[in-house]
């Protein structure tokens, strides 16, 4: 059985968290400019939590795979991305080793979180908001109808795995993210039930595999 990797996996999160959870930046811009206000957005959540919804579509808008879970993410750098449907798939950082784990396959690999993960989502989700205007543009989008502020990102590194990223809010919480990479697929995720800053202890973010299980080291 061969499984494909979705944000739940090495290419979207690896396809598909170092800058949408932040610490604190320090910019004398205005605040009004959209990098200061999506830092803003992001520096109050140091934790989070809740349900997800993902989706795969090809540069024609085919759906190529649709998923769902449940995800934590803890600054700097530790989530958890754990799919439950249409089959189950884990994938863990601690901040300095990454995991991803297929039960069905009863196989792991681990890595090492290196600087061009950390332009992933799951790393934008969890790292430092210092760096997002060291990768990336940001533009903020007219505001929709019910009260959503969208920011656009443009990686400004040719060679990211993501070279556009948009980010939806719904007054402070993070309601949508979409990603297009460099052969025009898009990844597109929706966050329900989240909750903003929860208690989530540093063991959530530790991975030991089962008994029994092939690991594979891509260090």
Do not use: C
Not at 104 to 128: I, M, R
């Amino acid at each position: 059985m061969t499984h494909v990797l979705g944000l739940p996996a090495w290419r979207a999160l690896g396809v598909a968290m170092k800058g949408l959870l932040l610490s604190g930046l320090a910019v004398t811009a205005l605040a009004s400019e959209p990098v200061v206000e999506l830092s803003a957005l992001l520096t109050n959540m140091q934790s989070a939590s809740g349900q997800f919804e993902q989706s795969l579509r090809d540069g024609e808008g085919k759906l190529l795979q649709a998923s769902q879970g449940k995800f934590l993410v803890k600054k700097p750098g530790k989530f958890l991305w754990d799919t439950q449907s249409p089959f189950p798939q884990l994938l863990v950082s601690n901040g300095k080793r990454l995991w991803l784990y297929d039960p069905d396959l009863e196989q792991a690999s681990l890595s090492k979180v290196d600087q061009k993960a950390q332009q992933t989502p799951a790393l934008l989700l969890s790292g430092d908001p210092a760096k997002i205007s060291d990768s990336f543009s940001v533009k903020r989008a007219a505001d929709k109808a019910n009260g959503l502020a969208v920011y656009d990102l443009r990686a400004k590194d040719g060679q990211a795995n993501f070279g556009h990223i948009s980010a939806t809010f719904k007054g402070k919480t993070l309601v949508r993210m979409r990603f297009e990479d460099k052969l025009n697929n898009q990844t597109e995720f929706v966050f329900e039930q989240v909750a903003v800053n929860p208690a989530l202890e540093d063991s959530l973010f530790e991975f030991t595999p089962p008994p029994g299980t092939d690991v594979i080291h891509n260090d």
